[in-house]
C-alpha cells in the first residue's frame, strides 16, 4: 500500500467544471500539491463535495479515481474548491504503518537502555506500538 503525499495549506480552484461523475482526469488553476499520490476534496466538503485520489500529474491535469473515502462522485462547476485536507484515509495509513504487523515481526522486543537524549540519559522506555513493545 503506498503512502498518500501531505502538505500544508494546499488550495486552489477548478480550471474547468467537472461535468461527468465518470471523469479521470480533472484541470486546476495551479498546482500548489506534493508528489503523487495525494488525495484531494473537491467542492464544499463534506455535504457537496467529493474526495479523490490523485495518482498522476501533468502539468495543470490531474489523473483522479473518484468517490474516495466513502464519497460519491459528482459534478462540479467551474472554480469550484480544491483542498488537501486530512481525511480518514490519511489517519488509517498511518495507524496500518504503525500497528502493521508485515512491518515488524511477531511479538518484537526491542530494549532501550541508556539511550542519551541531549543531557538526559534514559534507562528503560517501556512503550507498545502494534506488535512492537519497547521495553
Do not use: C
Request: hydrophobic share 45%.
Amino acid at each position: 500500500m503506498p503512502w498518500h503525499n501531505v502538505s500544508n495549506n494546499s488550495q486552489t480552484t477548478l480550471w474547468t467544471a467537472i461535468t461527468s461523475t465518470s471523469a479521470t482526469s480533472i484541470e486546476v488553476t495551479t498546482d500548489v500539491f506534493p508528489a503523487v499520490p495525494f488525495y484531494i476534496s473537491v467542492g464544499d466538503v463534506p455535504a457537496n463535495g467529493e474526495i479523490m485520489e490523485v495518482t498522476a500529474k501533468s502539468n495543470l491535469i490531474f489523473t483522479v479515481k473518484r468517490a474516495q473515502d466513502n464519497t460519491i462522485a459528482r459534478t462540479f462547476p467551474i472554480n469550484s474548491k480544491v483542498q488537501l485536507l486530512m481525511i480518514a484515509g490519511i489517519v488509517n495509513e498511518l495507524q496500518f504503518g504503525v500497528n502493521s504487523a508485515p512491518m515488524f515481526p511477531q511479538n518484537m522486543i526491542v530494549k532501550l537502555e541508556g539511550l542519551v537524549i541531549g543531557n538526559f540519559t534514559v534507562v528503560t522506555v517501556p512503550v507498545i506500538l502494534g506488535n512492537v513493545t519497547l521495553a
